[in-house]
């Protein structure tokens, strides 16, 4: 088992930046495939990026390309999201998740664990 806990969230204006951060304790970090989702009110839970075990490949969402980028340091069992250029509509919660499926993988089912959340809040 892995047990996860995001941090970074915030608010922050339109064109802005703002970087999470999600640290894993528990089994080896580096058996994991991590990505990040998103969930905004009254929306399904939606794939944003993800990256390989080893941090050489990624995996991203049409809607976030070239805005956002997954980075993991295994050193530290942490994985990042660094967002660019937000919009007032990535404003979501922001799920950290692990499996130990194929990568790439945007199927919230695959991946077992996840963190509780952190709020990403843009505004116009």
């Known amino acids: 088992q892995v047990q996860l806990v995001e941090s970074g969230g915030g608010l922050v204006q339109a064109g802005g930046s703002l970087r999470l951060s999600c640290a894993a304790s528990g089994r080896a970090f580096v058996t994991y495939v991590m990505a990040w989702f998103r969930q905004a009110p009254g929306k399904e839970r939606e794939f944003v990026v993800s990256?390989?075990?080893?941090?050489?490949?990624?995996y991203s969402a049409d809607s976030v390309k070239g805005r956002f980028t997954i980075s993991r340091d295994n050193a530290k069992s942490t994985v990042y999201l660094q967002m660019n250029s937000l919009k007032p509509e990535d404003t979501a919660l922001y799920f950290c998740a692990a499996g130990l499926g194929s990568f790439p993988d945007a199927n919230s089912n695959n991946y077992a664990y996840w963190g509780q959340g952190t709020q990403v809040t843009v505004s116009s």
């Open positions: 990256i390989n075990r080893s941090g050489g490949s990624r």
